[in-house]
Nanobody, 117 residues
Framework: QVQLVESGGGLVQAGGSLRLSCVAS????????MGWYRQAPGTQRELVAT???????NYADSVKGRFTISRDNAKNTVYLQMNSLKPEDTAVYYC???????????WGQGTQVTVSS
């Protein structure tokens, strides 16, 4: 019903930057939250950042001041600008859309971010 496609991952040196994009399509409710989560090997998937349709943002403490989430509601697209990347940011990054009224969650297939030292 909802499809999410991420792009923009890759290999970057510590201190560098990457910009992730996620395009949502399908039966999307206007009452939703989009966000980014990440999962490193041997760890649980964790929140990176979320953004509501009204542009209210939340960030994990570990990325505050370095990452910026934004969205284009007309395009149902969410972005994650990642600056000052650290090796500990290495993970698969997943795009998420939550349909608030129905409590449905949709996930992209993930994009790998690798930060080398």
């Amino acid at each position: 019903q909802v499809q999410l496609v991420e792009s923009g991952g890759g290999l970057v040196q510590a201190g560098g930057s990457l910009r992730l994009s996620c395009v949502a399509s399908g039966s999307i409710s206007p009452i939703n939250v989009m966000g980014w989560y990440r999962q490193a090997p041997g760890t649980q998937r964790e929140l990176v950042a979320t953004i509501r349709s009204g542009s209210i943002r939340n960030y994990a403490d570990s990325v505050k001041g370095r990452f910026t989430i934004s969205r284009d509601n007309a395009k149902n697209t969410v972005y994650l600008q990642m600056n000052s990347l650290k090796p500990e940011d290495t993970a698969v990054y997943y795009c998420n859309l939550r349909q608030i009224l129905s409590s449905e969650d949709y996930w992209g297939q993930g994009t790998q971010v690798t930060v080398s030292s």
